[in-house]
């Protein structure tokens, strides 16, 4: 029982309206408050989980630059019988200000430093609803690690709270569902705590280091499947143009060493994989704009950290000129098995 007294969540309204002040406990029984900045394709089915999996009592503060997509989330929450209520925040600093943990989900390192500069200055935070040491500022954002980390020693420097960084790895299906997996870069100390959080939007937390570590650990992983698309799609278009069947192919490649997700999850050509997008005209699944976006982070990485890479420069220029390409623009990143002229093969 979450309360020794139950509260209902009538009850916990009218209490808000009244004007309780709130302070943070990590014991039972405290009514907790949660920010969530950036209602995106991510962000707002990110948020719709947590709001449904805490408890009635809890408040969550949303916010997002799209007021159509704001109002729309809380009018849906509203019709919900379940989980937090959820209240519709002025500005990020109004979110961040009555939250003792602040999620974020921002599509680029300039939109995050911004919103950060506006929660922080002017400083100090107000501590009426939350006391500022507790103060918790959860990053999902998929940016440079040199960016999370000047805006973590930002928070920190004026003694705001703590920022770590908790990219994900799931797309909008896993975001949807619940099923994430969230790269948590945090000190030791803070990972019982942050944990739970990330648990009620995702199915797996894996702690990659201190701050910063989460997205090293992503932009590595998303570097590896952006060269690993690309050298499917000109294998699979070399062993077809060779005389092999695309199934036939598909399948020796699975149960040989070149396997790997583009080939045995997200296989560019149409009828190998059931259900991949090869199989409904490269709609869904991962932007190509979005791998050309992680695929120029981890570029960005590698300079800073004085990594060698031998193919990034190139696959950089494979993914920006298929893109422009206008019959691949907005799909799949496994487009570029179109891009390559490989369906040209299939017809022959």
Aim: hydrophobic letters at 40%.
């Amino acid at each position: 029982m979450r309360v020794n007294a139950r509260i209902s969540a009538s009850m916990a309204r009218s209490l808000r309206i009244t004007g309780q002040r709130r302070t943070f406990s990590s014991s039972l029984g405290r009514q907790a408050q949660y920010g969530f900045i950036g209602l995106g394709q991510m962000g707002y089915n990110m948020a719709r989980n947590l709001q449904a999996k805490l408890a009635s009592t809890d408040t969550l503060h949303v916010y997002d630059i799209n007021t159509v997509s704001a109002e729309k989330f809380v009018r849906e929450t509203k019709a919900l019988s379940a989980g937090a209520v959820v209240e519709l925040a002025s500005s990020v600093r109004e979110a961040a200000e009555n939250s003792e943990i602040v999620i974020s989900c921002l599509p680029e390192p300039a939109h995050v430093k911004a919103v950060f500069g506006q929660i922080l200055t002017p400083s100090p935070l107000s501590t009426e609803a939350v006391s500022s040491p507790e103060r918790l500022f959860i990053d999902c954002s998929t940016i440079d690690p040199a960016s999370s980390r000047a805006v973590a020693d930002h928070v920190h420097t004026l003694q705001q709270g703590r920022f770590v960084d908790a990219p994900m790895s799931g797309g909008v299906v896993g975001a949807t569902a619940g099923t994430l997996t969230f790269m948590l870069g945090a000190p030791e100390a803070l990972v019982s705590r942050i944990e739970p959080i990330l648990l009620k939007m995702g199915k797996r937390v894996l702690h990659c280091g201190p701050q910063g570590a989460g997205l090293a650990g992503k932009l590595a992983n998303n570097y590896l499947l952006a060269i690993n698309n690309i050298a499917t799609a000109e294998a699979m278009n070399l062993g077809i143009r060779g005389g092999l069947e695309p199934k036939v192919l598909g399948n020796l490649i699975n149960i040989s060493t070149g396997r790997c997700w583009p080939s045995e999850i997200n296989n560019p050509v149409k009828g190998v994989v059931e259900g991949a997008p090869a199989s409904r005209d490269y709609n869904g699944g991962f932007g190509i704009s979005l791998m050309r976006k992680d695929l120029n982070l981890a570029i960005q990485a590698a300079g800073e950290a004085g990594a060698r890479l031998e193919l990034g420069d190139r696959a950089r220029e494979v993914y920006e000129s298929a893109e422009q390409q206008e019959d691949c623009k907005g799909k799949d990143f496994s487009v570029v098995f179109r891009y390559l002229g490989g369906e040209s093969a299939i017809s022959k």
